[in-house]
Nanobody, 127 residues
Framework: QVQLVESGGGLVQAGGPLRLSCAAS????????MGWFRQAPGKEREFVAA????????YYADSVKGRFTISRDNAKNTISLQMNSLNPEDTAVYYC????????????????????WGQGTQVTVSS
């Protein structure tokens, strides 16, 4: 299975941008649909965005639609999450996740359909 390492988290002021990256290794990256999830303190982990293996389709949670953009570079084995117009409600640990395409259906908004997870990166948005 693929191993995932997130980077790019940090402290940002409300209204500002931040870009997260996730580097994959250990398997053929183009075999994986990818997603971002986040977990705020005291809350359940929730879906943020997902992208299919080719990058041809992207999906977003309603709370981030129009502000966040997910992308991938299969040549560099990376995905990114460009986050704009951040607000304090976006404060959370952000996780990168991978779904192996031959493991079954890709129901992107549910965690149980992902096979590998990164360790997470903290994003803090100050008001």
């Amino acid at each position: 299975q693929v191993q995932l390492v997130e980077s790019g988290g940090g402290l940002v002021q409300a209204g500002g941008p931040l870009r997260l990256s996730c580097a994959a290794s250990g398997d053929t990256f183009s075999n994986y649909d990818m997603g971002w999830f986040r977990q705020a303190p005291g809350k359940e982990r929730e879906f943020v965005a997902a992208i299919t293996r080719s990058g041809g389709s992207t999906y977003y949670a309603d709370s981030v639609k129009g502000r966040f953009t997910i992308s991938r570079d299969n040549a560099k084995n990376t995905i990114s999450l460009q986050m704009n117009s951040l607000n304090p409600e976006d404060t959370a640990v952000y996780y990168c996740a991978a779904h192996m395409f031959y493991s079954g259906s890709f129901i992107y908004q549910f965690q149980q359909f992902y096979d590998s997870w990164g360790q997470g990166t903290q994003v803090t948005v100050s008001s």
